[in-house]
């Protein structure tokens, strides 16, 4: 059975940090592209970032460079998502997602709220 589980998620102040994992179950971890995706109240789900391929380059949305970072672990099947200097407009649904070809598997999601 594949299982996307998200963790990590909360409340924080703008300006803070958090660290969102994913473990994934049920299929080959290093064979799947693994990215983040968050969807917002009132807006359409949108890619946070990702790994273009099963283990290569790294990519962002233009909204999180630089305050982000993706990272995955073959080994223990997680990916992870280091978010810093959190600002309101982060505050969404974090979903974990695994793709390969046409298969895409998701996560049930992580809230994030940040808010003082």
């Known amino acids: 059975q594949v299982q996307l589980v998200e963790s990590g998620g909360g409340l924080v102040q703008p300006g803070g940090s958090l660290r969102l994992s994913c473990a994934a179950s049920?299929?080959?971890?290093?064979?799947?592209?693994m990215s983040w995706y968050r969807q917002a109240p009132g807006k359409e789900r949108e890619l946070v970032a990702g790994?273009?391929?099963?283990?290569?380059?790294?990519m962002y949305a233009d909204s999180i460079k630089g305050r982000f970072t993706i990272s995955r672990d073959n080994a223990k099947n997680t990916v992870d998502l280091q978010m810093n200097s959190l600002k309101p407009e982060d505050t969404a649904v974090y979903y974990c997602?695994?793709?390969?070809?046409?298969?895409?598997?998701w996560g049930k999601g992580t809230l994030v709220t940040v808010s003082s």
């Open positions: 997602n695994a793709r390969t070809g046409v298969i895409n598997y």
């Open positions: 049920g299929f080959t971890f290093s064979n799947y592209a």
């Open positions: 790994f273009s391929t099963t283990g290569g380059r790294t």
